[in-house]
T-cell receptor, first 114, second 114 residues
């Protein structure tokens, strides 16, 4: 079945460090891929998305590229800030799905120190 | 902006009680979802609804039921609360008019069953 595997946390970085959070997926067909972020005490919010192979999603300095050949959608940021401290979730929606349910990874806690 | 409102931020209930978690969205979205979030397990889908009076089981429906009598409201019901239902519950909605539109989440209800 459809599933997402993301790297285990927690991840702890100093401010301005480079961030990578790995995400790989299993799906039939051509899924859409998402990264959501959850700040402390809040619900999830969409960070970025990509809907087809080789698409790059980007937002707030974060980027992720949809790699069909490696079934991956790794999240990167060149220089993290303290305000990026949050839990990050990779997710997929099955290709052709009209019901819209998402399959989520287990989440990766990121803590950035000043 | 889409607003998804969960009626309670924190709830404490006793084992065996019937518990109602309410969720309201203001964007006329067709799809609504209930997830629970547990450390190390990520988000797991309990139930979803693709329209009024329609419902589908997710991955972990046991011990839960749902109600969708009006389009804007999706209720999660714990028929007889148990301690293993202590968790964070997240409601989400999605409109069907835009292809690949994201899920919009509420801020969550943290339920403790004692």
């Amino acid at each position: 079945g459809d599933s997402v595997t993301q790297m285990e946390g927690p991840v702890t970085l100093s401010e301005e460090a480079f961030l990578t959070i790995n995400c790989t997926y299993t799906a039939t067909g051509y899924p859409s891929l998402f990264w959501y972020v959850q700040y402390p005490g809040e619900g999830l919010q969409l960070l970025l998305k990509a809907t087809k192979a080789d698409d790059k999603g980007s937002n707030k300095g974060f980027e992720a590229t949809y790699r069909k050949e490696t079934t991956s959608f790794h999240l990167e940021k060149g220089s993290v800030q303290v305000s990026d401290s949050a839990v990050y979730f990779c997710a997929l929606r099955a290709g052709g799905s009209t019901l819209g349910r998402l399959y989520f990874g287990r989440g990766t806690q990121l803590t950035v120190w000043p | 902006d889409v607003k998804v409102t969960q009626s309670s931020r924190y709830l404490v209930k006793r084992t065996g009680e019937k518990v109602f978690l309410e969720c309201v969205q203001d964007m006329d979205h067709e799809n609504m979802f209930w997830y629970r979030q547990d450390p190390g397990l990520g988000l797991r889908l309990i139930y979803f609804s693709y329209d009024v009076k329609m419902k589908e089981k997710g991955d972990i429906p046991e011990g839960y039921s749902v109600s969708r009598e009006k389009k804007e409201r999706f209720s999660l019901i714990l028929e007889s609360a148990s301690t293993n239902q202590t968790s964070m519950y997240l409601c989400a909605s999605r409109g069907m008019r835009q292809g690949n539109s994201p899920l919009h989440f509420g801020n969550g209800t943290r339920l403790t069953v004692t």
